[in-house]
Nanobody, 115 residues
Framework: QVHLVESGGGLVQAGGSLRLSCVAS??????MGWYRQAPGKQRELVAT???????HYVDSVKGRFTISRDNAKNTVYLQMNSLKPEDTAVYYC???????????WGQGIQVTVSL
């Protein structure tokens, strides 16, 4: 069974920082990433990172968020700095199978940024 478990969310004031972690288990994974979904909005790609550590970010978080991974630990991180209220959402970890066209998802973790 494949499981992705996120941690590190919570409540933070605007301008603060959080680091999300996602531990994936049960398979080998290629590209991993973080998505977020705010109430009433569609799921949005935040950042992705390949197994070779090539990264991509949505424009709204460039310069503020940093995605990284530890392949030995099957863990992907999202360092979030200079947080804004607009970043408030449920953040989901995503991981692609190395062998199939299958995406695995974590259960989601709440990030709330207050004024």
């Amino acid at each position: 069974q494949v499981h992705l478990v996120e941690s590190g969310g919570g409540l933070v004031q605007a301008g603060g920082s959080l680091r999300l972690s996602c531990v994936a288990s049960g398979s080998s994974f290629g590209t991993m990433g973080w998505y977020r979904q705010a109430p009433g909005k569609q799921r949005e790609l935040v950042a992705t990172i390949t197994s070779a550590s090539d990264t991509h970010y949505v424009d709204s978080v460039k310069g503020r968020f940093t995605i990284s991974r530890d392949n030995a630990k099957n863990t992907v991180y999202l360092q979030m700095n200079s947080l804004k209220p607009e970043d408030t959402a449920v953040y989901y970890c995503n991981a692609q199978s190395r062998f199939y066209y299958v995406d695995y998802w974590g259960q989601g973790i709440q990030v709330t940024v207050s004024l």
